[in-house]
């Protein structure tokens, strides 16, 4: 995040707080050490967590349960001339949200997320004020709603162009190249699963 990607955002403590690093002076890269205790965003006024972070072009796309919003970086130069830097957030919905933690997905013409009531395409130009949501799962949606929002997984398949969501054994799989759907089943549990070199790999505590 900021200007030149030199900032490291966090979240994930089960509330509706993002901190952000602060890079030394000149840095160029990215950095994780320095966490000063301002840098910090709460999201809303409530306390519903942030449920994924998501960069898309120059914006950092942030969700909580029920809503979603961007930040994006700028700068305020006081009276005395010194320039400070500041992550405004801006509110995008308050109609839907990523009910899954690490839920959401960057791909080609929007972000994928799921949500209590369907899986969406969040999508737009380059008003991103003006993003709509598309509900994606209609074709899927008896299956869906049989998924334990507590237990799915999602990954993006990029070598074939695959959203997967994986409840246990029972994985639905959306190709955002050609817009259909199927489904897919796995032989054990999936407790987690990642995509490498296109390479799907899962894992359970067995």
Same mark, same amino acid.
């Given at each position: #995040? #900021?200007?030149?990607?030199?900032?490291?955002?966090?979240?994930?403590?089960? $509330?509706?707080?993002?901190?952000?690093?602060?890079?030394?002076?000149g840095a @160029?890269? $990215? =950095?994780?050490?320095?966490?000063?205790?301002?840098?910090?965003?709460?999201?809303?006024?409530? $306390?519903?967590?942030?449920?994924?972070?998501?960069?898309?072009y120059s914006?950092?796309?942030?969700?909580? %349960?029920?809503?979603?919003?961007? @930040?994006?970086?700028?700068?305020?130069?006081?009276?005395? !001339?010194?320039?400070?830097? =500041?992550?405004? @957030?801006?509110?995008?919905?308050?109609?839907?949200?990523? =009910?899954?933690?690490? !839920?959401?997905? +960057?791909?080609?013409?929007?972000?994928?997320?799921?949500?209590?009531?369907?899986?969406?395409? &969040?999508? #737009? !130009?380059?008003?991103?004020?003006?993003? +709509? %949501?598309?509900?994606? $799962?209609?074709?899927?949606? !008896?299956?869906?709603?049989?998924? /334990?929002?507590?237990?799915?997984?999602?990954?993006?398949?990029?070598?074939?162009?695959? &959203?997967?969501?994986?409840? #246990?054994?029972?994985?639905?799989?959306?190709?955002?190249r050609n817009? @259909?759907?199927?489904?897919?089943?796995?032989?054990?549990? &999936?407790?987690? &699963?990642?995509?490498? /070199?296109?390479?799907?790999?899962?894992?359970?505590?067995?």
């Open positions: #995040g #900021g200007e030149s990607n030199t900032r490291v955002f966090v979240y994930g403590d089960g $509330s509706n707080t993002i901190y952000y690093s602060e890079p030394e002076d @160029t890269k $990215s =950095s994780a050490e320095y966490f000063p205790e301002l840098n910090r965003l709460d999201i809303d006024i409530d $306390s519903i967590p942030v449920t994924a972070l998501v960069p898309y914006r950092l796309f942030i969700f909580k %349960e029920d809503s979603v919003y961007y @930040t994006t970086y700028s700068t305020l130069t006081g009276d005395d !001339g010194t320039v400070i830097i =500041s992550f405004p @957030t801006n509110n995008v919905t308050k109609s839907v949200g990523c =009910s899954v933690y690490n !839920g959401a997905l +960057s791909v080609p013409n929007g972000i994928i997320f799921p949500s209590n009531d369907g899986i969406y395409l &969040a999508k #737009g !130009g380059y008003v991103y004020e003006q993003m +709509s %949501e598309n509900l994606l $799962s209609k074709r899927v949606d !008896g299956t869906y709603k049989t998924f /334990d929002q507590n237990n799915i997984i999602t990954l993006n398949n990029q070598t074939l162009g695959e &959203a997967w969501f994986i409840d #246990g054994n029972d994985v639905i799989i959306y190709n955002y817009d @259909t759907w199927y489904k897919y089943d796995i032989l054990e549990n &999936a407790l987690y &699963a990642s995509y490498h /070199d296109g390479v799907i790999y899962f894992g359970n505590d067995g």
